[in-house]
């Protein structure tokens, strides 16, 4: 893992927990499960809940009675789970009891919560820098076939695509969820514009004449717990995406995956075979499984530096990692207004584009590239998926893995 500044993290991390607590209709208490040295983040979780299967309720139940807690409230959650409120009580240290009440870690969970990226680093791999260029297009594919794509991120802000002129905007679906917290007057506030910006990095490959994207306003103010995406997750499957781009990820609880996207591939995904979902890897330069991109049902994707020819050395890598695209001073779209750094320096974005780094930026790229071998080949996701991966291997480097160029 590359080095990092504990100070810094410790700024991004009041940060997100003022974003997550202050900013959207999905607002949630942030908590924290520091590692052992207290330098680096071992997970992060919606605090004061926890996380089981309807199923195991009834067992779950009468081990707060054996540890002597009182039971929580329970309220139905997406895809069968049950939600868990704790009132004041920290879940992390909660669910470390009823694990060993119970014997095993995995039958009720903290509520992990995602962000864009990683816990090295809680921010994409640069902040945004303003600039004048234009993003850069790739051709519109040619073919009869039509794809249907959903973009989980913090939603669609119709006055960047303005702002910006930029044309391919025209294939977002007007139904879209609207990125609503940008601004706080006219100071940009962090991650705003991250989901209208993705989702050009995604049509800057896969066009606009063959193609409906619907974005979902998936992270609030920078994240989301993971059972608030899967349900959202849920909805984009139901409403027929083929294929899902994912800007976020988590770590979970002692190496352990996440029970929500357990339960969401269980019981939805394994219904739905013609869906195909891509996810950043994430930005921590690290190996450590990051979910969900680190199922072998998803496409991980890793970060290129700007020429292709290398991995960024933020980037996520490892077995789990299936391709790897440009993801390194990427032009985007991106609000106009005044953005503060964490170190506290301003700058003003006039231009309606920034270039801005991250897996976030590669992902979408894959998924594009994905979408634009549907409408080329006619085929369907996964067919096209199997394509692009292919052709990855032949672009690999020893050095790299395999490639998408774009």
């Not at 949630?28 to 680096?40: K, M, Y």
């Not at 850069?136 to 939603?155: F, I, K, N, T, W």
């Not at 979910?291 to 072998?296: E, G, K, M, S, T």
Request: proline share 5%; net charge negative.
């Amino acid at each position: 893992m590359p080095d990092h500044d504990t100070s810094r993290l410790m700024g991004e991390i009041q940060r997100l927990r003022r974003n997550c607590s202050e900013r959207g209709r999905r607002r949630f208490p942030l908590g924290v499960r520091w590692s052992t040295t207290g330098t680096e983040i071992d997970y992060l979780y919606r605090n004061h809940q926890l996380l089981c299967d309807s199923d195991d309720l009834d067992v779950v139940l009468r081990a707060f009675d054996q540890i002597g807690q009182q039971r929580p409230a329970v309220t139905d959650g997406p895809i069968g789970l049950s939600v868990l409120d704790l009132g004041d009580r920290d879940a992390a240290d909660l669910a470390d009891a009823l694990a060993d009440a119970l014997g095993d870690d995995d039958i009720v969970t903290p509520n992990h919560v995602l962000d864009p990226q990683g816990w090295s680093a809680l921010c994409p791999a640069t902040e945004p820098v303003p600039w004048r260029g234009q993003v850069v297009d790739m051709g519109e594919p040619v073919g009869s076939r039509q794809a249907r794509v959903a973009v989980l991120d913090s939603g669609y802000l119709a006055s960047i695509a303005q702002d910006s002129g930029y044309a391919r905007f025209s294939a977002v679906d007007p139904n879209s969820e609207p990125d609503d917290e940008v601004y706080t007057g006219t100071n940009i506030r962090p991650y705003g514009g991250h989901g209208t910006a993705s989702t050009a990095r995604l049509l800057s490959v896969a066009g606009a004449n063959s193609i409906s994207v619907h974005v979902r306003d998936s992270l609030v103010g920078g994240a989301i717990d993971e059972a608030t995406i899967v349900g959202d997750l849920d909805q984009a499957v139901t409403d027929g995406a083929e294929v899902i781009s994912i800007q976020a990820g988590l770590y979970g609880r002692a190496g352990r995956s996440s029970k929500a996207f357990d339960t969401f591939h269980r019981r939805v995904l394994r219904q739905h075979p013609e869906t195909v979902l891509v996810v950043a890897a994430g930005n921590d330069g690290s190996d450590r499984p990051f979910w969900p991109a680190a199922y072998d049902w998803c496409t991980a994707v890793g970060a290129l530096t700007h020429g292709g020819d290398a991995r960024a050395g933020w980037t996520n890598y490892g077995y789990w990692v299936d391709v790897y695209a440009s993801g390194e001073n990427i032009v985007v779209p991106y609000p106009n207004g005044t953005y503060e750094y964490l170190d506290g320096f301003s700058v003003n974005f006039t231009q309606g584009h920034a270039i801005w780094s991250g897996t976030s930026f590669a992902a979408p790229a894959v998924a594009g590239m994905i979408a634009r071998r549907m409408i080329e080949r006619d085929v369907d996701a996964p067919t096209a998926r199997d394509i692009v991966l292919a052709e990855a291997a032949v672009a690999a480097l020893p050095s790299t893995g395999p490639r998408v160029l774009v």
